[in-house]
């Protein structure tokens, strides 16, 4: 039986952990504070094998290792993610969700992570280098509730299940992209009320000749 003051190594005696998870060979504890840190303990003895102060976090919500046990992934409250390289500290910043980030986790094989969040998206993003690679999911709640509660990869990593507070649960397959770039763009000018002009995010009305292909 051991006992580890995490509050006492960062500094931050006030801070709550947030969330545990134990590596896939039992052998490390990765805890997540609060107060923008992190730790992986030894769980034999509770000794901190490696720690992490992420100045852009403000509260981590979830706390996931690799299935290798040397990265992390953290869902925060200031509406990022982050990817942790245990070994040698290096992390990679996930932004693109709009609000609280409430979930994150790696697909089995590490190739992926998914986060969920509160503006009803969840997101891929590739766990080597922290590119945002898909949307694949809106639930149909609008802001201030908070929608999304869970979001997990299947097994095989081949699908990826999202729960929201509508009382539903989705299915969504991944697959490699197939469509050209002019029938993605189609596509968007067909559904999105949105126009991205230089970096400036703008309303536009939907494209109802792009929709049929005109």
Same mark, same amino acid.
């Given at each position: ?132 690679? !898909? ?49 993605? !763009? ?29």
């Amino acid at each position: 039986v051991w006992a580890t003051s995490l509050g006492a190594i960062s500094g931050k005696p006030g801070a709550n952990i947030a969330s545990f998870d134990f590596s896939s060979d039992g052998r490390w504890l990765l805890a997540a504070a609060a107060a923008q840190s992190a730790f992986v303990l030894n769980v034999a003895d509770g000794q901190v094998r490696s720690s992490l102060l992420e100045p852009s976090a403000s509260r981590f919500n979830s706390a996931r290792f690799d299935r290798s046990g040397e990265r992390a992934v953290m869902s925060d409250a200031n509406g990022i993610a982050l990817i942790w390289k245990i070994g040698d500290g290096h992390t990679w910043v996930l932004r693109g969700h709009a609000g609280e980030v409430r979930t994150a986790d790696f697909s089995g094989d590490g190739l992926f992570v998914l986060t969920s969040g509160v503006d009803a998206t969840a997101r891929i993003w590739d766990a080597a280098t922290g590119e945002m690679l !898909d949307i694949i999911a809106e639930h149909g709640r609008p802001m201030p509730d908070p929608p999304f509660h869970a979001a997990a990869f299947s097994p095989d990593g081949h699908f990826v299940l999202t729960g929201s507070i509508d009382g539903v649960i989705r299915e969504w397959e991944l697959r490699e992209e197939s469509r050209n770039s002019a029938q993605i !763009d189609a596509i968007l000018r067909c559904r999105a009320p949105w126009r991205l002009e230089g970096e400036v995010l703008s309303p536009a009305t939907p494209d109802d000749a792009a929709c049929s292909g005109g």
